[in-house]
């Protein structure tokens, strides 16, 4: 039996950060997160990106180097109260200002109020949106089964008992791998919300079982392991992607199928 659930380097635990709004705060968010080792997600919407100078795309590329840009839309509307066509104007126009100052492809989302359906979901889709974080906390640790609906952890606030729980069933083969907090960056207001993420951090960062990732990465991970090539008696395995693979065999096995190789065991 095979099982995809292992991640880069063999590690079967998962952390990822996702903010949204864009906000002066996210200057400082993102160096605590990369002076922690941890990556995060700044999920952005028009007021941050419309009208920028050469300067102010350099700053901005600069502030979240390291983490994943990724859409809002652009002016942070409710998407299940518009017309098809707004909605694509709004993600569309989102992702051009985005990959101005990413340079990269811009494909993630957030929900602008975690607002979605099954409906908006194909317009999302049509859209090149691959992934997108909704606001329905699941206070456990699930690995997303539609990515278009994208089901968080917990928001930062009540992240702290639960970083806990994910640490003290690290080892557990019966609990959750992902631990998935968002929030927004204009919330940590005084000194105190800073030294309250400072310390969620310490607790989460530098853990060798925990592979610390962007939403992106998670997506393109995920996605990739299952274009894996197993042949029935599961002794050979083709990996046709870029990325190198990992997966579980008989619960006892790690293997490592690196980028574009084929391995038997
Ligand atoms: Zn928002």
Redo the contacts with the bound molecule.
């Keep these: 039996m095979i099982q995809y659930h292992v991640f880069p380097g063999g590690k079967k635990r998962v952390v990822t950060f996702s903010y949204?709004?864009g906000h002066i705060n996210d200057e400082r968010l993102a160096k605590l997160f990369t002076e922690k080792g941890i990556k995060a997600t700044f999920h952005l919407?028009g007021k941050y990106t419309e009208n920028l100078t050469e300067t102010e795309v350099t700053n901005l590329r600069k502030r979240y180097e390291g983490h994943e840009i990724s859409c809002?839309t652009l002016h942070?509307g409710w998407p299940t109260r518009m017309p098809q066509q707004s909605l694509v104007n709004e993600i569309l126009e989102n992702r051009k200002h985005l990959e101005n100052i990413a340079n990269y492809p811009v494909v993630g989302m957030s929900y602008?109020?975690g607002d979605y359906s099954d409906e908006t979901d194909s317009v999302f889709k049509a859209c090149g949106i691959v992934y997108s974080r909704t606001v329905n906390s699941t206070n456990n640790f699930p690995l997303p089964t539609n990515f278009l609906q994208w089901h968080p952890t917990c928001h930062h606030s009540s992240a702290l008992a639960l970083c806990d729980k994910f640490l003290n069933n690290i080892d557990s083969e019966w609990t959750l791998p992902l631990f998935y907090v968002w929030g927004h960056s204009f919330e940590l207001t005084t000194e105190e919300d800073w030294a309250y993420m400072d310390t969620l951090l310490d607790k989460i960062s530098g853990n060798d079982k925990i592979w610390y990732a962007t939403n992106i990465e998670i997506y393109n991970y995920m996605t990739a392991q299952r274009q894996l090539v197993i042949s029935l008696d599961e002794k050979t395995f083709t990996n046709p992607t870029a990325l190198d693979l990992w997966v579980e065999k008989d619960k006892t096995q790690i293997i490592k199928i690196p980028a574009g190789q084929t391995v038997r065991i």
Aim: net charge negative; charged share 30%; hydrophobic share 0%.
């Design positions: 949204d709004d919407h809002h942070h602008p109020s």
